[in-house]
């Protein structure tokens, strides 16, 4: 019996993250599910939905930042790559209250009604990028409300993306919308890298009740290999649960 129906895929920046997610959302589709795509529904509404609403589907499908408020101000102000540049306190700190409200919104009452939730990004962003762009401890990350609350609510599978950060790279010069973030630099990509293949990450989520399943997406591997190797792995650790 999963303790929870909530995936979470993280990974550097164009690792497949977003593919990933998408062949877990066909999944839930094909399975005749109910869909909510709170990305889309945020960017409609400007908000989240109300419990009532939320429960009258199967699947939740999720990315963080959000959409809305705190999430908006930090996708298109706070690691937008411009003249202006706003401290990694900073940054976390909106990452954490992004994620409180997401939580106490969305996540938390999905979870406890049984519901999938497939999201890109969490949690695990932020214990990698942070430190890393101004060397915050991990103890004072934790220790932020709305991280605190994502670990005590952590997924039941989180599947992190593995691939060079020379292929991100050329992967992001080639994307047709671009995010223009402050994170998407060659130095950064290989700095966090190292961070999303460590041990102490693996095992804090561990500590936590998480499957961690680390997932090649490098070339020469396609999409769509990329896509049914995640809903296999997907279908396996649901049936070994």
């Known amino acids: 019996m999963l303790k929870n129906r909530f995936v979470m895929v993280d990974g550097l920046d164009g690792s497949g993250k977003g593919a990933i997610v998408d062949a877990l959302q066909e999944w839930a589709e094909g399975k005749g599910m109910k869909v909510l795509d709170l990305r889309s529904y ?18 939740i499908v999720s990315a963080e930042p959000t959409f809305c408020h705190i999430g908006k101000a930090i996708r298109e102000e706070m690691i937008r790559a411009t003249e202006r540049t706003y401290s990694a306190t900073s940054i976390a700190q909106a990452f954490a209250l992004d994620r409180e409200i997401l939580y106490k919104r969305v996540i938390i009452p999905a979870i406890k009604a049984g519901k999938y939730i497939f999201q890109e990004r969490g949690i695990s962003s932020s214990l990698v990028y942070q430190p890393v762009q ?32 020379e292929t991100v790279v050329k992967r992001l010069g080639i994307r047709e919308k671009k995010d223009n973030s402050i994170f998407d ?55 070994s649960s």
């Open 42 to 59: 945020c960017r409609e509404k400007g908000t989240f939905p109300e419990n009532d609403e939320l429960l009258q589907y199967d699947a």
């Open 134 to 165: 101004e060397h915050i401890q991990l103890s004072e990350l934790i220790k932020m409300n709305g991280n605190r609350t994502a670990m005590q609510f952590a997924p039941a599978l989180l599947i992190i993306a593995v691939v060079r950060p």
């Open 185 to 239: 630099t060659l130095e950064f990509q290989r700095n966090i890298d190292s961070r999303f293949r460590s041990d102490w990450l693996s095992q804090l989520f561990a500590q936590h009740g998480s499957k961690i399943i680390y997932m090649d997406t490098d070339e020469p591997k396609t999409m769509e290999q990329t896509q049914s190797e995640a809903v296999k792995a997907f279908e396996g650790f649901i049936a």
